[in-house]
Structure formats: structure tokens, C-alpha cells
């Protein structure tokens, strides 16, 4: 069978985490054409893909007004950049993989699912949570009547400190009017997971949060706008760009912010773009801490935190039943089943993870391309995470911030 060819529209660093499949899969899937308004990104994926110059171009608009030349279209632009590639590839025929979230207007996902639809095309959207070995763990454990009927479910999402800094404060997603509220771009993929885990329908949504701590109002004395510009706070800041971005590390994040790895190269972004900044004094207006509480029409429950302020990166949940509770940790990969007629709780180890050791998200972003090459291979238009499954979480993402403005209990 002939490889899969794909256009890549976005070669940030989730444009290039899902083209790497194709490096690492040359006989399922290649990569014939980029879109890319950065320079020095779309050069590096031509040099990555043996890209011809001919099928490089600045922006989408000028990939798409060209006829299909590819299977299909990964589209990993900014959030705000997803709806208008997104239908113009559905309607010239390309299956899509789409980065979530959809979009960041509700009636535009509404209408991306619809598109999906009457295509007859596969749209799966980046829920890769769902895609994990660890969640799928829990999720067949629930399926298979290990802890009873679903009563109530308790996640945190531990964004990690310098990880709030790096992406919500100083990064692509810090402003809401720009891109996404926190809780649509960041924490969609909680709210689906939710949703998928209780294996019913929300109905009632409520949350509350703020952006409290990284502002103006508490820029220590004497912080200038940049961490390089001699701040007197260095040494004793936690979030000191120098502390981030010009260490031994040059892997993520610190190859998000140049493709000039290289000390001087490093600098010169800190002097110039957006990292170098004093997370007291950026455009940032997204939260850094969130509640959602959610009912469901079977009557379970759910909360949900987010939070900036957390040493560790990590998602962990508690899944409670009317026979037993499941604890999981996706940070030490550890899942316990304890059923109530069992003193005993049993550690259960997810399958399959050697597989994506080497991929984010705890192997799900692997996963996804594998699902999302084989339904294309298949021609089958069903996926774990198709455009209509992640519609529900997306409503649910819209509902969580208008109760959070407006103080309100939004019924679905």
C-alpha cells in the first residue's frame, strides 16, 4: 500500500510533534507540502520532509487556493486560525486532523462538526488524552463494571509553574482575545475526558477563577520589563527566563521560543520576543486557577481544578462507584482499583506505553496518528475523537467560562 500524503498547515511545535509520524512511519504517511508564515520554521520542516520549495508557502490561504494535492490536511495553526482552514479542506476533499480546540467561537465548532458530517470525511480533533494508555486503562475498567455505577469523578490538572509561565503567560496562549480562554485551550481536553470517562451527558455546568497573581500588581521592586535587563529579582524568581531558556535544555520549551538553539541564539530571543518578558508585566488576561462542577444526566458528578501553581506537571482523578473507586496518577503512570468487597486495592499497570515513549502527552499524541492514519487507510470516518464527540466537550468549555464572567449556573 502507497504511503498517506499530508499537507501541514502549522509548524509550531504540535505541527511538528504529528509530522513526525510521518518521519518515523514513511510507509504509512508522508508530508508533501507546508504552511508556515515563520521563515525559519517552514525551512526546517522542508529540510525535515525533503519538502519541495514549490510546496512551501507563507499562509494557508495560499496552500488551500490550490487544487487537493494531498490525502489529507493537518491543521495545527493558532486557535483562533482553525475554523476557515479547517472547512475549506473538508469541502476540497482532504481529511483532516484538526489541533483542538476547534475553534474558539461556539457556533464555528458547531459548524466544523456539521462540515465534518457532510463531507463524509475524517475530522478528528487533538483530544489526545483519550488516545493514552492510561486513560483508556481507566476507561475500560469503568466499562466493565469494576467499580459500579459512575456516582462522581474528581480531577486536577497540575499545569506546572514554569509551564503557566512559559505558555499562558508569556507564550501563544496568554490572551483570550487572541486565542482561547484557559480552560477551552488548555483544559478541553478535561472536560472531554470527563465527559468520555462518565459515559454520560452533561447538563449543568458551573466554575469559578480568576488571574490573580501574574499582573502588574505584583511585579517585585524594581522588576524591569525584561528578566535580562538586570533584574535585581533574578536569582530568587522562580519564573527568571534565564532559569528556563538558557540552560542545558533545548528540547521543549525552550525550542519553542527560536530554532536558533545556540546560547546566542537563545539570548537574542529573550532580548527580542515575547519569553524575555517579566511574567508580571505581559498582555496576559487567562486565569491561573479554575473550578468546574459538572452534573450529568444519569446523576453522576464531577469537579475539576486547574492550577497554575504546582511543582509538578500532572494530571491526576478519582473515580468513585457505587462498588468500588478508582485513584489514578498519570504522573507515575499508576492506576488502583479498590473495590468495596475487596480490602485489598489493586495496583493496575496501563498497557502499551512502551510503544510512545518518546511522544507527549503520555504516548496519546502517538496514538492519535496511529488512529487517525488507520480510519483514512479504512476509509471509515469513525475515530475515538471525531469532530462530533469533541463538540460536547467544547460546549461544555464555553458554558464553564460564561459561568465563570457571569456568576451563573449554565444549563446545557
Known sequence: MKPLTAILMGAGARGQIYARYAKEHPD??????????????????????NIDKDLAFDTWEALLDRPKIADIALICTLDDVHTEPGLKALKQG?????????????????????????????????????????????????????????ASLT??????????????????????????????????HDMDILLWLSGQRCTKVSSFGSLKHF?????????????????????????????IYLTDNIKWPTDTITTDLSYEGRLKALKEGPYGRCVYRCDNDVVDRQVVNLEFDQGAVASFTMTAFTTDRA???????????????MNTNKIVLHRFDNEDPMEIEPKGQDDANNYGHGGGDYYLMKD???????????TLSSAEVSLQSHLICFAAEKSRLEGVVVNL
Open 28 to 49: 504509512q504517511l508522508k508530508i508533501v507540502a507546508v504552511a508556515e508564515p515563520q521563515a525559519d520554521r517552514r525551512a526546517l520542516v522542508c529540510r525535515e520532509y
Open 94 to 150: 482532504y481529511h483532516v486532523l484538526l489541533e483542538k480546540p476547534m475553534s474558539n467561537k461556539e457556533e464555528e465548532c458547531i459548524a466544523i462538526a456539521r462540515a465534518a458530517k457532510e463531507a463524509g470525511k475524517v475530522l478528528s480533533i487533538c483530544h489526545v488524552l483519550r488516545y493514552t494508555p492510561f486513560y483508556g486503562t481507566i476507561k475500560a475498567l469503568i466499562d466493565d463494571g469494576k467499580i459500579g455505577e459512575v
Open 372 to 382: 487517525f492514519v488507520q480510519a483514512v487507510q479504512n476509509a471509515s470516518v469513525d
Open 315 to 329: 494530571r491526576q482523578i478519582k473515580i468513585t462507584g457505587t462498588e468500588g473507586q478508582i485513584s489514578a496518577d
Open 155 to 188: 480531577a486536577i490538572e497540575n499545569v506546572g509553574y514554569w509551564h503557566h509561565a512559559h505558555s499562558f503567560v508569556r507564550g501563544n496562549w496568554r490572551n483570550s482575545k487572541e486565542t482561547s480562554p484557559m480552560i477551552l485551550q488548555k483544559s478541553c
Open 215 to 243: 499582573n502588574r500588581d505584583h511585579a517585585p521592586k524594581g522588576a524591569p520589563e525584561r528578566c535580562i535587563d538586570g533584574c535585581p529579582h533574578e536569582n530568587s524568581c522562580p519564573y527568571a527566563a534565564q532559569k
